[in-house]
T-cell receptor, first 112, second 114 residues
């Protein structure tokens, strides 16, 4: 049973607007979350992380929000750029040293 | 920029062949991983290692094997490739003892078995 879910397989956004990618998880023991970006035929690259002691983390155009009670996190990209077009994966981990569980990804297309 | 390398990038082989996918990292990370990923699917953990002479199987059943004789090197071997092994294979490494652990991925090997 999948513990990390990304229910939107794809998302299209106009350049300059906000992209919001969502991720839900089922295991309340998850305490650390990551977002990765992946281009076709490439490996994922790290974008941003958040610990369960926080509800928001920002890095430039990227902000991750965590709602522990809803077991939900989201990645906001503002403003969206055509180079942001890629597949975005969220991942979650229970404790330090344990394995990460990945979602199925959301393919973002930013339209110029 | 992550210093983790995978070779080959692309591989097309026939059924029954033995293959080894190479992965090396120069970051001195103790933990290394092999993931398998198909389009539209999550990354599935197939093997991982906490350090030299440590190897563990992940959640996804795999007919592959791994070895960890040196910290920097974590090759994956398929003794007899089958069409069902066609997939992208991703190697990663991390400093697993950190609360703020990040996985660093290689560029992947796209394997096609005919």
């Amino acid at each position: 049973d999948q513990q990390v879910k990304q229910n939107s397989p794809s998302l299209s956004v106009q350049e300059g607007r906000i992209s919001i990618l969502n991720c839900d998880y089922t295991n309340s023991m998850f305490d650390y979350f990551l977002w990765y970006k992946k281009y076709p035929a490439e490996g994922p690259t790290f974008l941003i992380s958040i610990s369960s002691i926080k509800d928001k983390n920002e890095d430039g155009r990227f902000t991750v929000f965590l709602n522990k009670s809803a077991k939900h996190l989201s990645l906001h990209i503002v403003p969206s750029q055509p180079g942001d077009s890629a597949v975005y994966f969220c991942a979650a981990r229970k404790d330090t040293g344990n394995q990460f569980y990945f979602g199925t990804g959301t393919s973002l297309t930013v339209i110029p | 920029e992550a210093d983790i390398y995978q070779t080959p990038r692309y591989l097309v082989i026939g059924t029954g062949k033995k293959i080894t996918l190479e992965c090396s990292q120069t970051m001195g990370h103790d933990k290394m991983y092999w993931y398998q990923q198909d389009p539209g699917m999550e990354l599935h953990l197939i093997h991982y290692s906490y350090g030299v002479n440590s190897t563990e199987k992940g959640d996804l059943s795999s007919e592959s094997t791994v070895s960890r004789i040196r910290t920097e090197h974590f090759p994956l071997t398929l003794e007899s490739a089958r069409p069902s092994h066609t997939s992208q294979y991703l190697c990663a490494s991390s400093e697993y003892h950190l609360a703020s652990e990040k996985l660093f991925f290689g560029s992947g090997t796209q394997l096609s078995v005919l």
